[in-house]
């Protein structure tokens, strides 16, 4: 398996991009998404989640609102419609895979075993 992240680039306050998530492998269906970002001399920190069956999502409250994650199984891709950025959103975004099939929403590390290699997302004027 593996994951492609794209979509990062500069932007200004106020502004919008939209990550994209390519995946290989014929389970994508399977298992849950998400996205994290780890910010320069920080660790790395939970953002958004989708389950696999595209039902349930989750959000850190610092993106609630203003982020948007979606996904798309037909084409084994995974999004994340970033609006209203702050300066603050500035980090490495990276995409993940879920260890487990089928299983429910995780905001750790541990809980995603597939990672992209990230996309820099930066926001100033």
């Known amino acids: 398996v593996q994951l492609q992240a794209s979509g990062g680039g500069l932007v200004r306050p106020g502004g919008s991009l939209r990550l994209s998530c390519a995946a290989s492998?014929?389970?994508?269906?399977?298992?849950?998404i998400a996205w994290f970002r780890q910010a320069l001399g920080k660790e790395r920190e939970f953002v958004a989640a989708?389950?696999?069956?595209?039902?349930?999502?989750y959000y850190a409250d610092s993106v609630k609102g203003r982020f948007t994650i979606s996904r798309d199984n037909a084409k084994r891709a995974g999004y994340l419609q970033m609006n209203s950025l702050k300066p603050g959103d500035t980090a490495v975004y990276y995409c993940?895979?879920?260890?487990?099939?089928?299983?429910?929403?995780?905001?750790?590390?541990?809980?995603?075993?597939?990672w992209g290699q990230g996309t820099q997302v930066t926001v100033s004027s």
């Open positions: 989708i389950s696999w069956n595209d039902i349930s999502t």
């Open positions: 492998g014929r389970t994508f269906s399977a298992y849950t």
């Open positions: 993940a895979r879920a260890t487990t099939p089928y299983d429910a929403l995780g905001v750790t590390l541990r809980s995603y075993d597939y």
